[in-house]
């Protein structure tokens, strides 16, 4: 591994030159001639039924190009979710009813943003409104209001949707309403593990919602040919391919109909991963006008309308022997996935997938429930799952080693997983650095030192510390649409490469990792590689960047994209250098030479010249694609977390020093320290660089951070308001690589940037219990709730 010339380097970013001036162009930044500006009107309600649209006064105002509502769109449904057991439930506009405060019911498009916001004054809607409600377990009641009573009634889709309703509801052993989701996993015996079990505890948490909080606000331009026929679209996005796949499929166009053009990605954070009625209405719009139209949603309208993550109940029981090893385990989580189903299938599934790979349970059972509510719309977050799921198991463990007076970190070594060992699921764990983690962190936070629960003193400071650890897991990507991410590697005359990869940067760096993965394969410098990406005319399909799939996935294709322009290369070389054997010649600094003999050696442009003029004007240009999990089609299930679900798990542990002052309630994280099993790392700094971005987003999320609803209105929708973490709040930062070496990884990579966000939230919840001998369970951790846990309120 020390001989990589590039690999595990810290390359600088090859986007930073172009993003440090601010040339990098943005959605937002995109201006086209005769473009028209949408606005949207939404509901002022959080449930209520649409008794008339009259858009009759707007649609006379000078200047007003068009005005649509659902009516326009009666038959257009899409969904994150879309099967027979999850069909869609989602509109670009409502129809009928709405269903959350924001719910999209008519859009103008206009000469300019000023004219599109007063037509929208003169829209005028009779609304009927109807009870709400506003927790899911209120919402789960037979009782209680239903939300989708008539979405789909007099369509084709109704029968299936109300057959899967039913289906979901028979499935649970209690009837349940608004169902939107339903998961079902059980292996071992967990009834007998529970009888065989020395001791025996209980536990409810509860996590709030969060923003996503990215810099660059959604936006979507779109631009359609009346000549070509061709729709041209420029979108936030994580994934090109799956919103060209959706605006193909709600708009009825052929996908080679539809251009996603690159821009630049300001923040996703899992928040731009589905297709958005903005996106959807500013294409149909373009189309119906033949003109661009643009559509940018401000700042209230993000953390309204878009998405946020799911508001989790998780309840826990687990029975363990005296010596801490855990025997049996039964979870459940209700998931609060808003007005339309969003993530809600996808994050209880992954409640279950993020915290089976940590512990080895042999009796285990989990049921996941996701349920609508007249709140926003819930969807992926950095981790989907994985900070609600870990901060919950973690902290419950934690009391029981108190309760059986056992170190927790004993407890962790006694039952983590390793190297080698085979998931109930069938999927192997060829990489797994979990108790090297622990014994970096544990040392790094220096545990029994600062642990409070080893101290007998007696302390009356108004300051008290105390130290938290937690584990948490993360896919290398997983099966979805597109199944796989493919790459291509063009060499040119002089030996300088273009990569062309679907994949979109969205701050992680990965333009810089693959092209790093580039140039260690084939032999050239960083500074000979062009990538053009994020552009589904130009580049080849990619699974998109999330689930953490870039490195592990898009990684691969790259590696044999160009290990085969290596070998076509290495083949022409031959020929001239008069060698038989490839495997005799090597290659570096665009230089081809003999292993034994390095003085002999030809320049790549020679090479490259030779196969146009030998092989009938042949370039060389290699071809690569991997799939998420090679050779297999064993699917996951949603329902039954059945199949397999990645080929590589990324591990984390996570620990946390805090400081709480108990007159005022307030909790200062002092120190955080992460050991990340990433795998070889491809790029240390960009690792770093990711996990200093979960530390702050996790510690945010732990601490402060929390959307505030209050009858499915939102009472803070701003930067101002929204409590983010600023630069002064920034910890002691100590980040360990825990290097496995992933075999079916990239020169060793797997995933890095989504784990170690679920972990700080734990380690932070256990050293705050630790500091103050009270534990909270519920996030974010506030002062208030510090002064009532103390009983001071």
Not at 268 to 281: Q, V
Not at 571 to 598: M, Q, R, W, Y
Not at 734 to 757: C, D, N
């Amino acid at each position: 591994m020390s001989d990589y010339k590039f690999i595990g380097k810290d390359i600088p970013r090859v986007d930073g030159p172009v993003k440090a001036t601010g040339k990098a162009i943005y959605t937002v930044d995109i201006k086209l001639p005769g473009m028209l500006y949408g606005k949207i009107l939404r509901s002022p309600y959080p449930h209520a039924r649409i008794l008339n649209i009259d858009t009759s006064e707007a649609e006379k105002l000078p200047g007003v190009q068009a005005v649509i509502t659902g009516e326009d769109l009666r038959e257009v449904r899409y969904a994150f979710v879309d099967t027979p057991r999850y069909p869609a439930d989602e509109q670009p506009l409502a129809v009928n009813k709405v269903r959350y405060i924001g719910d999209e019911v008519a859009v103008v498009a206009a000469d300019n943003e000023a004219i599109a916001e007063k037509a929208l004054t003169l829209i005028k809607v009779d609304y009927e409104i109807l009870p709400a409600v506003f927790t899911a377990e209120e919402a789960m009641e037979a009782d209680a209001p239903v939300i989708h009573d008539e979405q789909l009634e007099g369509t084709s889709a109704w029968e299936d949707w109300g057959v899967a309703q039913k289906k979901q509801s028979h499935e649970s052993e209690v009837k349940i309403s608004n169902l939107s989701g339903h998961t079902a996993v059980s292996f071992g015996n967990v009834e007998q593990g529970f009888l065989e079990s020395d001791y025996i505890r209980e536990d409810r948490f509860e996590l709030k919602a969060t923003a996503h909080c990215q810099m660059e606000p959604h936006a979507a331009v779109a631009s359609y040919d009346p000549v070509t026929q061709k729709l041209h679209v420029w979108l936030s996005t994580m994934g090109i391919f799956l919103k060209r796949y959706f605006l193909s499929k709600t708009l009825n166009l052929p996908a080679s109909k539809i251009r996603v053009h690159h821009t630049y990605v300001g923040g996703a954070f899992g928040g731009k991963i589905d297709l958005f009625p903005y996106e959807f209405c500013a294409a149909y719009l373009s189309i119906k006008l033949g003109r661009p139209v643009k559509i940018e949603l401000d700042r209230e309208e993000v953390f309204m309308t878009t998405r946020q993550r799911h508001p989790i109940i998780v309840k826990i029981k687990s029975g363990v022997k005296k010596d801490g090893t855990i025997l049996a385990q039964d979870i459940k989580v209700i998931a609060d996935n808003g007005a339309y189903r969003g993530s809600g299938p996808v994050v209880i599934f992954l409640c279950h997938g993020f915290s089976f790979p940590i512990y080895n349970v042999p009796n285990y059972r989990y049921e996941g429930f996701s349920i609508y509510t007249n709140n926003g719309i819930r969807g992926p977050q950095r981790g989907h799952g994985a900070p609600q799921i870990r901060f919950s198991i973690d902290s419950h463990l934690d009391l029981i080693a108190r309760d059986i007076g056992l170190d927790l970190v004993e407890m962790m070594f006694k039952n983590v997983r390793h190297k080698g060992d085979i998931l109930p699921n069938g999927d192997r764990l060829n990489s797994c650095g979990l108790t090297e983690g622990l014994q970096g962190a544990a040392k790094a936070i220096d545990w029994k030192n600062k642990r409070r629960q080893f101290k007998t003193e007696t302390e009356n400071s108004r300051y008290k510390r105390g130290a938290g650890i937690s584990l948490c897991s993360m896919f290398s990507g997983a099966m979805y649409y597109p199944f796989a991410s493919a790459a291509i590697v063009k060499l040119h005359d002089d030996g300088s490469a273009t990569l062309f990869t679907g994949a979109q940067d969205i701050g992680q760096g990965s333009y810089t990792t693959l092209s790093q993965v580039l140039a260690e394969e084939l032999g050239i410098d960083m500074e000979d590689i062009h990538v053009v990406a994020g552009d589904t005319d130009l580049c080849p399909i990619d699974l998109g960047s999330f689930l953490s799939a870039t490195a592990l996935v898009t990684g691969n294709a790259v590696k044999l994209a160009a290990a085969d322009a290596k070998r076509q290369l290495l083949e022409c070389a031959a020929e001239i250098l008069g060698v038989d054997n490839i495997e005799d010649l090597e290659t570096c600094s665009k230089k081809i030479f003999l292993k034994k003999e390095p003085q002999k050696s030809i320049h790549f442009s020679q090479a490259i010249q030779a196969s146009v003029f030998k092989r009938d004007g042949n370039p060389i240009i290699g071809r690569g694609s991997y799939k998420g999990y090679p050779e297999t089609d064993r699917y996951p299930s949603l329902a039954k977390g059945k199949g397999l679900f990645t080929g590589a798990y990324g591990f984390a542990v996570q620990a946390a020093e805090v400081e709480v002052d108990t007159l005022t309630g307030k909790v200062n994280l002092l120190k955080a320290v992460t050991y990340h099993d990433c795998g070889y790392p491809l790029n240390k700094n960009i690792v770093e660089g990711q996990v200093h971005g979960c530390v702050s987003m996790g510690a945010g999320q732990a601490l402060s951070e929390e959307v505030f609803l209050e009858k499915g209105q939102l009472f803070n929708p701003s930067f101002l308001t929204y409590k983010l973490p600023i630069s002064l709040d920034t910890p002691e930062s100590v980040e360990g690589l825990v290097a496995t070496i992933e075999p079916s990884g990239p020169f060793g990579a797997k995933e890095v940037g989504e784990g170690s966000v679920a972990g700080i939230l734990g380690a932070i919840g256990n050293a705050v219990h630790d500091a103050i001998g009270v534990r909270i369970k519920g996030l974010p951790i506030t002062p208030e709730k510090v002064l009532r846990a103390l009983g001071k309120i």
